[in-house]
Every structure is written in structure tokens, then in C-alpha cells.
């Protein structure tokens, strides 16, 4: 990426920050960056190309230093620093989640992922695979947790009242009771067992 490819970038980073997904759009980089629409699509092409670069910037956030050595333990460190990245930015799991950038940040860390994958004895269809469902797990609950900070009310218990849905008033306290950080917890050990 060119310097001012990155600069473009950068911009909508910001942009996302301060606004959200909804307002990233090529026109609002280029008033932040103070230059014309034609200068921002020269180095992003499109509004879907600024999003790939947006999202596999997020995703070059990931730190693959220092990693555990036993691969267990790797895996789920590089997707809590996964989870750490897309929640460091406003709607940053929404950008990465919409998106298909096979850019240098996602595949390094997808490298990483799977070879840690690799080094656990797992093939190597299940090394792709494990690693996908990770990274959906991941997106899903990062995602859903960025909607529940801007959510009013609990939705969930409204929606139950009626008692058309027995099950889930069976178990509603447990999905209200444990906070995002166990429930991510508790999925990647459910996903890293071996």
C-alpha cells in the first residue's frame, strides 16, 4: 500500500470512528481528507475497495508477536486479539464482516491461525475449516456486542413475555446473565477442544 493509499485509509478509519459504518462513504473521506472524490477513488477504486482496505487494516491490527507456544493456547490468543481489534474501532467487526479482503494483514493472520492449526495435529481440511468457524464465531459475537452498547431496553425479555416460545424462557437468564466476554470465552473453548 502507497503512502497515500494508507492516508486514504486512515481518513476512513477515522471516519468510522467518529460516525459509524453508515457514514463511510467516498465523499466523507474526501471532506475529511479536504481533497476531491476523484483523489480518494484514484487510490481506493471504488467504495468497496476502501472497504476491503479499511477492513484488512483492522485486521493488520493484530499483533502475531509473542504468541503462546502450545497451539491451543495460540489459537485462542490470536482470536481474542482478533476480537480486540474489531472492537477497537466503531462498527469494526460490521467493515471486516462485509468484506472479502485477501490483503496482506487478514492472510498474515490467517497464516498464523492456521498454522498454530497446523501444529495441533489438525488436517488439513480441518485447519481451514476451524479457522473459518473461528473467525465467524468471532465476527458474530463482536458484532452483536457493538449493536447491544447502542441497544435501549432488552429486547429479548419483551420479546418473550407472551410465552409463545418455551424453551428459551426456560434458559432466558442464562442468555442474559453472562457477559460478552464470557460468552466468548466460553465458545472459543467449546471450538479449541482437542
Not at 472492537?87 to 492472510?107: K, Q, Y
Not at 465467524?136 to 429486547?155: I, K, N, P, S, T
Not at 425479555?157 to 418455551?166: E, M, Q, S, T
Amino acid at each position: 500500500m502507497t503512502k497515500k493509499q494508507e492516508g486514504v485509509v486512515r481518513a476512513a478509519l477515522e471516519l468510522l470512528d467518529d460516525r459509524g459504518a453508515e457514514a463511510v462513504s467516498i465523499r466523507g473521506v474526501a471532506d475529511r481528507l479536504g481533497v476531491r472524490m476523484n483523489t480518494v477513488l484514484w487510490h481506493a477504486k471504488s467504495k468497496a475497495r476502501l472497504l476491503e482496505l479499511m477492513a484488512d487494516a483492522i485486521v493488520a491490527e493484530v499483533s502475531l508477536a509473542d504468541l503462546p507456544g502450545q497451539w491451543q493456547e495460540r489459537v485462542r490468543e490470536l482470536a481474542r486479539r482478533y476480537r480486540r481489534a474489531l472492537l477497537s474501532h466503531r462498527d469494526g467487526a460490521v467493515i471486516v464482516a462485509g468484506t472479502h479482503a485477501a490483503e496482506p494483514g487478514t492472510l498474515s493472520f490467517a497464516d498464523t491461525m492456521v498454522e498454530a492449526l497446523l501444529s495441533g495435529g489438525l488436517d488439513e481440511r480441518a485447519a481451514a475449516w476451524t479457522c473459518w468457524t473461528i473467525v465467524y464465531f468471532v465476527l458474530g459475537l463482536a458484532q452483536e456486542e457493538e449493536a447491544a452498547a447502542r441497544a435501549d431496553g432488552d429486547d429479548l425479555v419483551d420479546a418473550l413475555a407472551p410465552g409463545g416460545y418455551p424453551a428459551l424462557s426456560r434458559v432466558v437468564a442464562h442468555l442474559r446473565d453472562a457477559s460478552f466476554d464470557e460468552r466468548f470465552e466460553y465458545g472459543l473453548g467449546l471450538m479449541t477442544r482437542q
